[in-house]
């Protein structure tokens, strides 16, 4: 047990992988514990060790690159032709910025992508390294997913799952200091940008959850019920994005937006209060949610680049590609965007790649359709989720029956050890059907793509 200290660490740890791109990739619940936190008496001391030096921008949003080193793959990924990384900032630099800052009375790490866990092992052995006797826990995405393998990991504690009494009661034992009332992870205050250094996009939630079950997402694991949040809390949480002066973007973190009367209501709210910020939309809209009155909306509302998807790709994506219905609503949806006032250089859709019975035809097939009806296609490399039913398909093709190693749910596996084609085919695919379009896949091998929220 460490010395009693109202500050805390909260410590977003490096990533290894062989490509990783900041793409409006925020640890939002993460910092709103932070501002929780600070409001009931915490110091908080947030160290990123993916900062950036500066932002810089990409496309029609203000992401970039992560610096990185060169690291040993690991077995497992012995055979990918591809350099393995550490992303984020030097060795040196973690230990002096840790230097810099007073005893913490404890250290807790998020955690991301399932496969970047080496990068969260080593940030958890640099800290045992220097501060042995300091209490450390870790939580967020990989913890929920995977919690028995975070266990095993090392000494420190594994939170899966939301914020809960169970980890208050943990913080204030090791700390000293008592939070009085908890007030549940659905009451946490919006989060603490002005810890974040160097960035000038922050990210939203206008509802949490997603009523549809589809076979290769996680979704329903971290809020298991589609709940919109309130315009008062919403213009709350904007007003305090916007009180730093330096966000200039904001993205839209829901995972469904296919109820249009939620989505009309929220873009009909932007409309009226004209924020001073541009909208995006990195997880898609459902093709069932454009209409003609939403598509005028999401123009009104400062959306440039509006993104499509389609539930339940796998069972609507054939060697044929696309169905009759699901084209017919593509080519509604894009129509509907053109009328608004889109250019269909703005418009793309997600084609999801690498799902299990795939065939390289189909994906051909269904990238050539989309394109015929004005949409520019985009591949999205499929990561297997452990404890979903695609995901676990994958992994078992993969070995993960008898290896158990959790790098299997590498995104890039899913095109680059598949059995419908060669990783040549699929490369050569990619480059023909973005042409010289800038494109957000890693189909070029030192293209450092961006990994979409789980």
């Known amino acids: 047990m460490g010395s009693i200290s109202n500050t805390i660490w909260m410590i977003r740890p490096w990533i290894t992988d062989f490509s990783a791109y900041d793409h409006f990739a925020q640890p939002r619940g993460f910092l709103s514990l932070a501002e929780y936190l600070r409001s009931r008496g915490w110091d908080v001391r947030y160290v990123d060790c993916l900062e950036r030096q500066s932002a810089s921008a990409k496309g029609n949003h203000p992401g970039g690159r992560y610096t990185w080193t060169e690291i040993k793959k690991p077995d497992v990924l012995a055979d990918i032709p591809r350099r393995y990384k550490r992303y984020g900032i030097s060795m040196d630099t973690f230990h002096n910025t840790l230097d810099g800052l007073p005893l913490p009375g404890a250290i807790l790490i998020t955690t991301g992508m399932t496969y970047w866990y080496p990068g969260l092992i080593q940030t958890i052995h640099e800290l045992e390294k220097r501060y042995p006797e300091i209490p450390m826990a870790a939580g967020g995405i990989y913890t929920t997913l995977c919690p028995d393998h975070a266990q095993r990991l090392s000494r420190i504690r594994s939170f899966p799952g939301h914020i809960s009494r169970t980890f208050i009661t943990w913080l204030e034992s090791v700390t000293g200091i008592s939070s009085e009332d908890f007030p549940g992870h659905d009451c946490l205050p919006p989060p603490a940008w002005d810890l974040v250094p160097n960035t000038s996009y922050a990210v939203l939630n206008s509802s949490v959850g997603c009523r549809h079950q589809c076979r290769y997402c996680a979704a329903a694991n971290f809020f298991p019920t589609f709940i919109s949040h309130s315009f008062t809390d919403l213009t709350r949480e904007i007003n305090t994005i916007l009180d730093g002066g330096t966000i200039t973007d904001i993205a839209l973190y829901d995972d469904d937006f296919a109820d249009t009367d939620h989505l009309n209501r929220f873009l009909e709210f932007l409309v009226?209060?004209?924020?001073?910020?541009?909208?995006?939309?990195?997880?898609?809209?459902s093709i069932h949610s454009v209409t003609p009155e939403t598509a005028t909306l999401l123009k009104k509302s400062g959306f440039n680049q509006p993104r499509l998807s389609v539930n339940y790709i796998d069972r609507v994506l054939s060697d044929h590609g696309f169905s009759s219905s699901v084209l017919n609503r593509f080519s509604y949806a894009s129509d509907c965007l053109q009328q608004a006032g889109y250019d269909p250089t703005q418009i793309s859709a997600y084609i999801l790649a690498g799902l299990p019975h795939q065939s390289l035809t189909g994906l051909e097939h269904a990238a050539m359709q989309l394109r015929d009806r004005n949409i520019n296609p985009y591949f999205s490399q499929f990561s297997p989720i452990p404890g979903t039913p695609l995901g676990d398909q994958r992994l078992l093709d993969l070995g993960?029956?008898?290896?158990?190693?959790?790098?299997?749910?590498?995104?890039?596996?899913?095109?680059?050890?598949?059995?419908?084609?060669?990783?040549?085919?699929?490369?050569?695919?990619?480059?023909?059907?973005?042409?010289?379009?800038?494109?957000?896949?890693?189909?070029?091998?030192?293209?450092?793509?961006?990994?979409?929220?789980?």
């Open 272 to 285: 009226r209060n004209r924020f001073p910020v541009k909208w995006h939309l990195p997880n898609a809209l």
């Open 400 to 454: 993960y029956n008898t290896s158990g190693e959790l790098l299997l749910t590498n995104k890039l596996l899913s095109v680059y050890r598949h059995p419908g084609w060669t990783w040549q085919e699929y490369y050569n695919l990619n480059a023909a059907m973005r042409g010289n379009r800038e494109q957000e896949t890693s189909s070029n091998p030192e293209t450092d793509p961006p990994d979409r929220k789980l």
